[in-house]
């Protein structure tokens, strides 16, 4: 595996995106639950990511809002499930755990699919951001529950005013 990163800005601070074999493997925030060390992010070198930061930037212009991207997603077959299931949620929506959990025909396994939530190497473009609490509340997020509030109300899941 040949692996690459860039750092781009955003409004909500720096993403590390890394890509292995040239598909994106991973988009992370600083100070990310989970996040892989430096060291295995491979060298520096922007060109793998043009069309990824291309895309984060319409998004964030909001002229987009479902990402068309190769993915490269290492992990178990269950937590590939999910991430694939959590790409199917709307721009502007939001699943509860139990939801995705009876989506994926495992209605008891909603701890599980908050595990592999919390795991998802590409955040923002697998929208883990879209998954809440069954009450409605703002449950875990790997970026921090601001960023999670501040995705949600910027795509209008929340209510108010776009912050960004």
């Not at 987009?64 to 694939?84: C, I, N």
Request: one cysteine or more; aromatic letters at 8%; a positive charge.
């Amino acid at each position: 595996m040949h692996r690459r990163h860039t750092v781009t800005d955003s409004p909500y601070g720096p993403l590390t995106l890394v890509a292995t074999d040239g598909v994106l493997s991973g988009l992370y925030m600083a100070g990310q639950r989970h996040r892989p060390p430096e060291e295995t992010f491979g060298e520096p070198d922007p060109r793998p990511f043009r069309e990824v930061i291309r895309q984060l930037d319409a998004y964030h212009a909001r002229e987009l809002t479902a990402f068309d991207l190769p993915l490269h997603l290492a992990g178990t077959p269950f937590q590939r499930s999910v991430w694939e299931r959590l790409r199917t949620i709307p721009y502007g929506e939001t699943r509860s755990y139990g939801q995705l959990a009876e989506e994926l025909g495992r209605p008891a396994a909603s701890r599980a699919v908050g595990l592999a939530n919390g795991r998802n190497p590409v955040g923002i473009i697998v929208p883990c951001h879209r998954v809440i609490g069954a009450g409605g509340g703002l449950t875990g997020y790997g970026g921090g529950l601001d960023r999670k509030r501040t995705l949600l109300t910027f795509e209008g899941a929340l209510g108010g005013a776009a912050l960004f």
